[in-house]
């Protein structure tokens, strides 16, 4: 049997245009450095890295120079989708070339990786508007075999906390409908609430990746930070449509 493919996935990073700038006292361009430098080291080479939005806090361009500088020259491709910090036509305009994918689907192998914007203007929370879930819809349908993971910022499912759950994807349900009609979707994957989960849900593996910053303190009623360090996680996706996947926090 051939190898799986292995997907390093990181997720807001809310890098700045200035490289000294904090968020929440936190250095976002020191620890997404730190947390490329970890996760490259390891003994398994990813075959791709997937970024799950907040790719800046500021909006600027400069940000998103920053991430591609930071990630365009590691020899892999990097599928990118926004989130609610995040400038949609910036984040295309600088991450469009490759290596780079801004939303849209990709195929290695038997996998087919489809990435989904949930960004809704001036909005903490995200939805699904008709176009990506009839492109989700479509992609699903013109490949019936193999299996699939979708990428999206927003939580589909109650995260447990309560000012985190008012900022989720509006629209799980509509997401969920489509999902359901496909029985060849193996894992969700997203990003937005700063922390690990990993849960099950119709036999779909669902997972949620802490940021390469700082954490929020899961089941917290009002927003609250947690001690934890950045992480990331790996995700080995087989070719019997088994997913593997572990969060490793960064040291
Ligand atoms: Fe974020």
Redesign the pocket.
Known sequence: MSPPLRILHIT?P?LHEHRDARMRGVNTDDTLVATLKQAMADARRPDAILAT??LVQDETRGGYERFRELTGGLGLPVYCLP?N?DSPDLMRAVLSEPPFQFCGVAQHGDWTLVMLSSFASNEAGGVLADPELEFLERTLASRPSGHCLIALHHQPVPMGSRWLDGVALRNADEFFRVCDRHTHVRGIVW??V?QASDRERRGVQLMSTP?TCSQFKPESEHFALDARPPGYRWLNLHTDGRISTSVVWVA
């Open positions: 807001d809310h939005g907040d989130g910090h990003g937005h700063h940021s």
